[in-house]
């Protein structure tokens, strides 16, 4: 895109060098994700443009740096939002690289994937494993690791009754993940039609928000051990907390515009605890096809050609989408 807030525009530029420790990315197939907005409306107030978005990456090495040891040229490769971290800050030196301070995104930090080519540091790459094509693996990189990286880092064990919030892209790979990893899983959305969409997706149960009280829906199951938080509401998070069992989490994937209000006094007799969670790094983005790819766990998608970008963004952003949108070259 040329500038804040301006339509994109498909042009054709010469292929920048490589640096230290770069690689050049084949972009075969690129997901369309909410956070592409961050780079639209510059809303960190660091963007230089003109930039191209998209930080769910898919496609092969057709150039690498003299210094990348462990990579060759012909790989297939994906980056995801851990587009490269500095190494240096107390994070990094503690192992924590998505928490980097200096973390680099595709799309915002540097040029992402609405394009043929994508260059970033060979420390964001991610393996992905043969049998997974390309436009499968790309919202793996972000909505998929995000989903399946706080999921087995939460409080939930095997057995444990899961509340999944919202049936959106992150949220239809939610409940699929929650599933495969042996939780007993209920969605929760909007609509009595949604029931018959979680439950061909696996879920256990179905929670109508617009016709039941879903805290008292949820204590009836048991009480929550986690409630995945993927809906864009603070309100409809709210709205889930009584429903937490004893140590109970409200995990947050999804980034409310609005403050998000807790009954606190109640959740102290339950030692009921908010987390937020910021997707992974590139290992953790191969754990996640590997897992997806072995369990069944798949991306529903909408293809469109790179030069209907614009088109794509529009579908999302308006929510027609059908849950992910992915642009392939």
């Known amino acids: 895109m040329p500038a804040q807030n301006q339509p994109f525009e498909y042009v054709e530029t010469d292929l920048p060098e490589l640096g230290a420790g770069q690689a050049r990315v084949k972009v075969e197939a690129c997901g369309v994700c909410h956070s592409d907005s961050f780079t639209v409306s510059n809303a960190f107030g660091n963007i230089r443009y003109p930039r191209s978005p998209g930080h769910e990456i898919a496609g092969r090495i057709e150039a690498l740096a003299p210094d990348v040891l462990g990579w060759a040229v012909g790989d297939r490769v ?4 851990h587009g490269g971290h500095c190494g240096y800050c107390d994070r990094c030196r503690r192992g924590d690289f998505i928490t980097c301070r200096r ?3 595709p799309g915002m930090s540097y040029d992402g994937g609405y394009a043929q080519h994508a260059i970033a540091p060979a420390v964001a790459l991610a393996k992905i494993p043969k049998g997974l094509e390309a436009a499968e693996a790309a919202p793996l990189l972000c909505a998929g690791v995000t989903t399946f990286n706080s999921l ?16 959106g892209g992150l949220g239809h790979l939610g409940v699929q993940f929650a599933v495969k990893m042996g939780f007993e899983t209920v969605a929760i959305a909007r609509g009595e039609e949604k029931g018959e969409l979680a439950r061909g997706l696996g879920a256990h149960h179905y929670i109508d928000s617009t016709a039941s009280d879903v805290a008292r ?8 051990k986690v409630v995945l938080a993927t809906a864009t509401s603070a309100s409809a998070m709210a709205a889930t907390v009584g429903g937490l069992g004893f140590d109970g989490q409200l995990l947050i994937l999804g980034a409310a515009h609005e403050p998000l209000e807790l009954a606190t006094a109640t959740m102290i007799g339950g030692r009921q605890s908010v987390r ?9 983005s191969e754990d996640t096809m590997k897992f997806a790819l072995r369990t069944g766990v798949r991306t529903t998608i909408e293809p469109l050609p790179l030069e209907r970008a614009q088109e794509a963004y529009d579908r999302m952003m308006s929510g027609a989408a059908r849950f992910r949108m992915v642009l392939t070259t």
């Open 217 to 224: 829906e949820l204590k009836a199951l048991g009480g929550a």
């Open 103 to 105: 973390l680099q995104i």
């Open 78 to 81: 994906g980056v995801g939002w």
């Open 276 to 284: 937020a969670w910021p997707s992974g790094t590139s290992a953790d």
């Open 152 to 167: 087995r880092h939460s409080l939930a064990r095997p057995g444990d009754l899961v509340a999944v919030l919202g049936i």
